[in-house]
């Protein structure tokens, strides 16, 4: 069979198993607790250990986390979040279902990712928090804006949907002392089939997003089984983790280090079979401390939409993460001019990447490119 037919190489993403995720849905499927119980403590607590932190706080997806982590934050009706536009839409709709206005930014296109420069640059009196994306799962060192943000009460609230493992300095993501939201999607790093977390900076601000993804009620699910009534305390949403979806996590943590492997190992495939092609650049995953998410390219020259639809009909999978957010419908009251964002949006695109890909499925994958490459040129 060639590798172009190869439903592996076809898809952009794929979920990856190790194996063991079906037996431990089965058993908490047994065990009867299907909205929050032990199983997503015991998630939680394994991911703490693994970050290196005091506590993380599982929710039902990357969105939910953000929402929980914005809201956490103090953020809400009348503040305003620096935020890419250059992200899923799932980071923008998280602002808004916190009653805040995205105020979009540009990224830096060599990364995807925002500079702090461009973040002070968009502070307003109205600021209230910085979403910074960790595109492909790159961390974003926002260090040197840290002292303005710092003295203007902003908070740092990152959206590591992507980059569940990464490194930043000596530190993994999670641990640098900013608020920071995971998701465990199903293509991502980690996955729970759906699920998401967030790294809160303090023990109250814990506290705050158990209540906020558990309906508000102050007790713990064990409390409450010992208890005749309940507080609600404040606004909360229904947005737990399932022990089935944790019982997964719990699975794939295990493994985690097959994953660091094998995601930087294809990404690096991928670079060296692309070193050379004309028309063609990677953006930057800093492999050596990320566990890459994606790999994206930018066709140059206004190439990007034929060379897609070229490798598409060639059975490969590309993708394009993401068409910028600021001139959306949706988002078209919170539109400025952001040239950056608009040219990296007509360039950017993905290459299948997942683990079930082998080095040599990306080295045929990248002769297919550098073919439909040369075949536009040719026209
Ligand atoms: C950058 C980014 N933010 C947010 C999300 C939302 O995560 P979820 O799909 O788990 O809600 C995703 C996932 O697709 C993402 O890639």
């Known amino acids: 069979m060639s590798i172009t ?11 990856y198993l190790y194996g063991g995720e079906e037996a431990a849905i089965a058993s908490a499927l047994s065990a009867g607790q299907y909205n929050h119980g032990a199983v997503t403590e015991e998630f939680e607590q394994a991911l703490a250990a693994f970050l290196g932190v005091p506590d993380v706080v599982a929710v039902a997806s990357g969105t939910a986390a953000l929402h929980v982590g914005l809201l956490a934050a103090g953020v809400g009706p009348g503040h305003e979040v620096v935020v890419p536009s250059f992200t899923f839409c799932a980071t923008v709709q998280a602002i808004l279902a916190a009653g805040a206005r995205p105020r979009f930014v540009e990224v830096n296109p060599d990364t995807g990712c925002v500079e702090p ?3 002070l640059g968009a502070l307003t009196p109205d600021t209230r928090a910085v979403m910074p994306v960790l595109y492909g799962g790159r961390a974003i060192d926002l260090s040197p804006a840290r002292p303005a943000l710092d003295e203007q009460g902003i908070t740092v609230v990152e959206d590591a949907a992507q980059a569940f493992g990464s490194w930043q300095g000596e530190r993994r993501v999670g641990a640098t002392g900013v608020v920071t939201c995971f998701s465990f999607g199903p293509i991502k790093n980690l996955t729970c089939g759906l699920g998401g977390a967030i790294v809160p900076r303090t023990p109250l601000e814990a506290n705050i997003c158990r209540r906020l993804r558990g309906l508000g009620i102050v ?3 064990a409390r409450r089984a010992e208890v005749t009534t309940y ?8 947005v737990q983790m399932s022990p089935l979806n944790a019982a997964v996590g719990l699975v794939q943590l295990v493994h985690f280090a097959e994953a660091e492997t094998r995601r930087r190992a294809l990404w690096r495939a991928y670079a060296a079979a692309l070193d050379g092609i004309d028309g063609v650049s990677l953006v930057d995953a800093d492999v050596d401390r990320t566990v890459p998410a994606l790999c994206a390219v930018r066709v140059l020259d206004g190439r990007r939409d034929r060379v897609f ?9 590309v993708a394009v993460h993401y068409p910028p957010n600021h001139t959306q419908p ?7 001019p952001l040239p950056v964002t608009e040219h990296l949006g007509g360039q950017i695109m993905t290459l299948p ?9 990306a080295e045929h994958i990248t002769g297919e490119l550098r073919a439909a490459l040369a075949a536009e040129t040719d026209r």
């Open 353 to 361: 990447f997942h683990q079930h890909l082998t080095e040599a499925a």
């Open 219 to 221: 007790e713990s699910a």
């Open 309 to 317: 639809h070229a490798l598409l009909e060639r059975g490969i999978g």
């Open 330 to 336: 949706a988002f078209a009251a919170w539109h400025r």
């Open 117 to 119: 420069a461009e973040v």
């Open 231 to 238: 507080t609600i305390d404040g606004f909360g949403m229904r």
């Open 5 to 15: 037919a190869s439903p592996d190489v076809a898809r952009n993403a794929r979920p």
